[in-house]
């Protein structure tokens, strides 16, 4: 970890659940992490709850379905903090809805953001890692639904379902553009199994009591432990996938 020590990392998504875990334990961790979401009270509640730690935490209001903003926020962090080293891609939502009669916008918002959000972002910090020569890395928070169909829920959460699959996709497509451009930049995939956090109540998705009684859902720390296990790792050693389930999880 100590290699890590001052290094700038983006988390989006950082104003709650696994993204908000993350950044706590990046800061304790000595890294300058810039917490990107669009709730700006709940970023700047966390700074201060963080002030006494070793690393720096910023807030940043950023709406990650939107270009423009996502854009404005690299810019800003290029300009204020310094190159990327470290990008965390964890916004992401769900929302209920059916094939057959769902709502276009539910579809796009979601695809807005789990993957054109997800997408531009890494655009903007591969393309930073790569003229500063940074070996950096870039971690996207998948899904276990990222990986299968899971046959309880697939006719409420398709489109959810989807585009985890597209972060799967996009999680390899860009380690692969990567290697063959000779880039010693990595790229993880973190796919978790139920984690109490806002997601599930958020996403109008099943009783949160009912699933949480099925087996104890992981916390937010269990997944950021995961990230400092990535970052622990040597330069030469990229995990490419890693599926973080409670014990005793039947999904
Ligand atoms: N909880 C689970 O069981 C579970 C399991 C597997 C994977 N995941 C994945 O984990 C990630 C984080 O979810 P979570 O469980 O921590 O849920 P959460 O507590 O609801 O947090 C979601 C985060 O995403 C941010 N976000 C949503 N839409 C955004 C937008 N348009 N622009 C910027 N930020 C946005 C939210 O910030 P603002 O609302 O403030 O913008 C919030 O910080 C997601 O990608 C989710 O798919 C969760």
């Known amino acids: 970890m100590e290699r890590w020590v001052g290094s700038v990392a983006i988390v989006t998504g950082a104003s709650s659940g696994i993204g908000e875990g993350i950044a706590r334990e990046l800061v304790k961790n000595g890294l300058i992490v810039v917490g990107l979401a669009r709730r700006i009270d709940r970023l700047n509640n966390l700074k201060e709850q963080l002030k006494n730690e070793s690393g720096i935490f910023y807030p940043l209001k950023c709406d990650m379905t939107k270009e ?12 204020n903090v310094g ?20 709502k276009t916008s539910d579809w796009k918002d979601m695809f807005d953001c789990n993957v054109m959000g997800l997408s531009i972002a890494t655009r903007e910090a591969v393309k930073n890692m790569t003229e ?8 996207h928070i998948n899904s276990i639904y990222g990986h299968f169909v899971p046959t309880t829920c697939a006719e409420t959460e398709n489109m959810y379902i989807a585009t985890k699959y597209c972060v799967t996709a996009l ?19 973190i796919s978790p199994g139920v984690v109490a956090t806002e997601f599930v109540e958020a996403g109008g998705f099943s009783d949160v009591e009912d699933l949480y009684n099925q087996v104890p859902p ?34």
């Not at 432990?225 to 999904?251: K, M, Q």
């Open 68 to 79: 423009e903003e996502i854009l404005a926020s690299f810019d800003w962090i290029k300009n």
């Open 83 to 102: 190159n990327i080293n470290l990008l965390v891609n964890n916004a992401g939502f769900g929302r209920l809805t059916t094939l057959s009669g769902g």
């Open 132 to 139: 500063k020569n940074i070996p950096g890395l870039i971690i």
């Open 171 to 189: 999680a390899e497509t860009l380690r692969l553009e990567l290697a063959k451009s000779k880039s010693s930049i990595r790229v993880s995939s």
């Open 218 to 251: 992981l916390k937010p720390l269990d997944i950021a432990n995961a990230v400092l296990y990535l970052l622990s790792t040597p330069p030469n050693v990229n995990i490419t996938e890693l599926t973080i389930r409670p014990t005793g999880e039947i999904l």
